[in-house]
């Protein structure tokens, strides 16, 4: 039986995954959910997998359930509490679903602990990737990635000679706005950008997949994850979502990872590799699929594509910035303070004025974070 905390377990990926735990009952007991301000999500959650505890790091959510929850069943209201959950002894997997750098201490600290780290929360990578990555070396931790290209691209490497990789590719629907004449996206409304075609995602990253800045931080999150040079790093567009990732190597073979678009795939691949488990996810029907398509990326269409770039041939410092400027914009335009291509204009003037050094502690992360959060207000101000 593995023990399993899951962080962000209000969440989309959280509901995906109590789904996946649901189906093995007999495999995963839960040691914790955590969630921030959806108690009522976090009540029908607890009354189905029978958590020893439930957290939820904002404490006036915290108060609605107590008295609610199952018998036995223990309350924490902050993100101490978050952070004891993912490094009790007793826990052996931490599901890392939290959305935003906001994850980070509560994952680091799963990962300092030595647990299983499955993690989809991709901007503990972008805002730290060399500090997690070099934590979970010297604690043995192992972490999995969650993300549907990172795991399509797990699963493309395994057996195979990390020296032969001449390209990860990761694939991209394109998001809503794919075929959209670039002139017409300044009057994208939130409600139009949450509407992605393939996948049912929580608000922040469909707004990501949209401006396809959600490509970029999964461009660094890989560079962290398959310790691989940005120079073989690229995207394609492929509208289908059926091809998650794909390793291209040195003699010419491409191996690809295929499967319907539904994150209880990755996410029962990163809760146990082998044997696999069942996930619940329709069977690829690849006859009556008919059709894969595929497109360059159009850096004019998506400029997050383009600021990328500098930010991988960069140091940690800028991936910082660009993480903390894009969580920043992208909720200014959800709660309709700016445009739509406003997202990626505000991360660009961040960028211009960020320091592009070495980061070497997770302080100096959480000073540039904060920095760069400032430095995107006020242009966001500039601009309302
Ligand atoms: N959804 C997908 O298909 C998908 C695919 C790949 C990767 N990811 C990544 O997985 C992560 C979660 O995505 P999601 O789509 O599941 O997001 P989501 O549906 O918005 O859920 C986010 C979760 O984080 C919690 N949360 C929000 N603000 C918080 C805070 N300040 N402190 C602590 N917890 C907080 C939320 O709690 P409350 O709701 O209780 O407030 C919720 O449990 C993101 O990093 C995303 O990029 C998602």
Redesign the pocket.
């Known amino acids: 039986m593995k023990r399993i905390t899951i962080l962000?377990?209000?969440?989309?990926?959280?509901s995906s995954t109590a789904d996946v735990v649901l189906r093995h009952a007999d495999q995963f007991t839960v040691h914790a959910l955590v969630?921030?301000?959806?108690h009522q999500?976090?009540l029908q959650l607890a009354h189905a997998l029978k958590p020893a505890w439930v957290i939820m790091?904002d404490a006036q959510a915290a108060a609605e359930l107590q008295g609610n929850l199952p018998d036995g069943c223990r309350l924490g209201s902050d993100m101490d509490a978050a952070v004891a959950a993912s490094t009790d002894a007793s826990v052996d997997i931490v599901l890392a679903?939290?959305?935003?750098a906001?994850?980070l201490p509560a994952a680091l600290a799963a990962v300092h602990a030595g647990k299983r780290v499955a993690l989809?929360?991709?901007?503990c990578l972008v805002t730290a990737g060399r500090l997690f990555m070099q934590a979970a070396k010297d604690s043995g931790a192992v972490v999995v990635p969650?993300?549907?290209e990172h795991a399509a691209v797990h699963q493309c490497l395994v057996g195979h000679d990390a020296g032969s990789i001449r390209r990860i590719i990761l694939t991209a629907s394109g998001g809503p706005f794919r075929d959209r004449e670039p002139s017409t996206m300044e009057d994208i409304t939130p409600e139009q950008a949450v509407a992605h075609p393939n996948?049912d995602?929580?608000?922040?990253?469909s707004v990501d997949s949209a401006t396809m800045m959600n490509k970029a931080l999964e461009l660094i999150e890989a560079r962290w994850l398959f310790d691989v040079a940005p120079d073989k790093l690229s995207a394609i567009i492929h509208p289908q979502s059926i091809i998650h990732g794909m390793v291209e190597y040195t003699d010419g073979s491409v191996v690809a990872q295929l499967a319907e678009p539904d994150?209880r795939g990755p996410i029962a691949y990163a809760l146990r590799m082998s044997p696999r488990l069942a996930s619940g996810i329709d069977f690829l029907d690849l006859a009556t699929r008919g059709r894969l398509d595929f497109q360059a990326v159009d850096e004019a269409r998506f400029p997050s594509m383009r600021l990328v770039k500098s930010v991988l041939a960069g140091a940690d410092s800028l991936a910082v910035a660009f993480n903390a400027a894009n969580e920043t914009a992208n909720q200014a335009f959800r709660d309709r303070r700016i445009g739509f291509m406003d997202i990626v204009r505000v991360v660009e003037q961040v960028m211009q004025g960020c320091e592009d050094v070495s980061v070497h502690s997770l302080d100096e992360v959480w000073s540039r974070d904060h920095e760069s959060r400032v430095m995107a207000e006020s242009h966001i101000r500039r601009i309302t």
């Open positions: 962000g377990a209000t969440g989309s990926i959280g969630g921030h301000r959806n999500r976090m790091t679903a939290m959305v935003g906001v994850g989809a929360n991709k901007e969650v993300d549907s996948w995602m929580g608000a922040k990253i994150m």
